[in-house]
């Protein structure tokens, strides 16, 4: 069986992302709760490329993602978009960064 997970880095990664996951849900007949939803067998045909079937409740599935941004706020907004139920709360990974060391770390690199 083959599995890939979804890396989603920076604002722009994760914006586009998003949307991605918009796509796929819709194509494999998954609601924004991580509910399959769908209407043909063809949809569950290869869904655990993209999606775990969550441990303990039967027909719920969650992105095999990684989302990461070093600020909080690209992740607050995904968490309540229209998708943000659909991941799991560890796949969120996000530092925090005052103005003091954001410009630091963009002076040396």
Not at 26 to 38: L, P, S, T, W
Request: charged share 25%.
């Amino acid at each position: 069986m083959r599995e890939i997970v979804h890396l989603q880095i920076g604002q722009c990664g994760n914006q586009i992302g998003s949307k991605f996951w918009e796509v796929i849900s819709d194509e494999h007949g998954i609601d924004a709760a991580g509910i399959y939803e769908g209407d043909s067998s063809l949809q569950l045909d290869r869904i655990n490329v993209y999606f775990n079937e969550a441990h303990g409740t039967s027909g719920k599935y969650v992105p095999r993602a990684l989302l990461v941004d070093l600020e909080p706020g690209t992740m607050d907004s995904v968490r309540g978009s229209r998708i943000g139920a659909l991941f799991r709360p560890d796949n969120f990974i996000h530092g925090e960064i005052d103005k003091k060391k954001k410009n630091t770390c963009s002076y040396i690199q």
